[in-house]
């Protein structure tokens, strides 16, 4: 049987191992509406090769350029906020939700509601919204397939049993590129240092989130709405080899694991499968060739983002949509290197901090979680050094 697909985010990394999945199924798949934030050429080429219906642009001023390049083609396309939510809404039977950041919070949200099963890569629309996300993806029949590697192997892993017999999880995290710096190398990296992850090859924030290990604090974040499980019952451990990607603790003592090599074709795979699991180009796991698998409790010390994302997880209400919002500030700086690595915890933290005295409940909308965002942004931008703050104003 064929599906309809919409990538949201087709340019970058996770949606070009879309492409790659898609493009060993040709038969299998049909693509509705590709999405990008501004670059034209690439997404041009993506609905040409994919023989899309539909394609936009983020970036309202780049339609002629789109256009250009769709030329004669006969595939529609758009540019702005509206062409983005109109691709996200047109019919289709999976949408990959895979826009870097809160940007992805809307179109995602708008595939939602529109009814669409979504193949969740968009950590971030949960971390920002994730109560409301979830409420109402409920309410509208809507299924969320994480595609997240750590929770596409959670999701696995649960099948073994009832949601009611689960202690707990745990989420594995690489250790990212500066897992054996000290905290004096880490003042000194630069964008360039983070780009270095030892097993994926990833998007610039990612990579960034994943150095300072953010990323695993807002997988934990991230785990809590998918599977509903309490901050006591998530916990994350490194594990440099990322061939176990997550645990399911259940209460008979018994543990189910989802291993794989890191690849994230692999967790894409699953969320574009039907009933029959797609036969893709994957390296077959041979555990004696590993050797051994190591594990070690994360250093939170050195690694403050994660204490603070499950301190904010923890505290609940919209703590973690402040953190979010300052977490994207923050690494937006470093990379323009504006900042220092280690200001990027300073400055959620003061984020955190200023947030804690507002005391303020879990955004009932996606319009109140980006309200929020915007808050926390202003707040995050006053945190910067002054010579970092005018650039970032529009942040
Ligand atoms: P990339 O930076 O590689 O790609 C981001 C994509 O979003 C690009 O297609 C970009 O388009 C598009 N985009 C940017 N801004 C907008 C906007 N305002 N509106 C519409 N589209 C926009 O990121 P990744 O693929 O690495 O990550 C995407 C998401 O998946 C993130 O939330 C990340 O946390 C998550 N994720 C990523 C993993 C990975 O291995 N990379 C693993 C697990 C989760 P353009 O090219 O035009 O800028
Ligand atoms: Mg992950």
Redesign the pocket.
Known sequence: MQHTLTI????????R?TLDVVRQHRDRFRVAAV?????AS??GKIARDMGAEFAA??DGTKLADLRAELGGSGIACGAGESA?IEAAERDADIVVA????V??LG?THAALASGRRIAL????SLVCAGRAFMRDAAEIGAEILP???EHNALKQALAAGVIDDVLGMTVTASGGPFRTWTRERMAAATPADTAKHPT?S?????NV?SASLM?KGLELIEAHHLFGLRADQLDAVVHPQQIIHGLVHWRDGSVTAGLAHPD?CVPIADCLSGERRLDIAARRLDLAAIGSLTFEAPDEARFPCLRLARWALEEGGAMPTFLNGANEVAVAAFLAGRIGFLDIARVVEETCEAAASRSRPAPASVEEALSIDAESRRIAVSALPRTAAPALAGL
């Open positions: 949201l985010g087709a340019t970058g990394s996770i949606g191992s999405v990008a934030g501004s670059n690439a997404l642009l983020a983005v895979a826009i870097c950041g940007a992805g179109p890569a968009n950590k971030e595609l997240d590697s994926y990833m998007g610039e924030k990612i989130d990323n994230m």
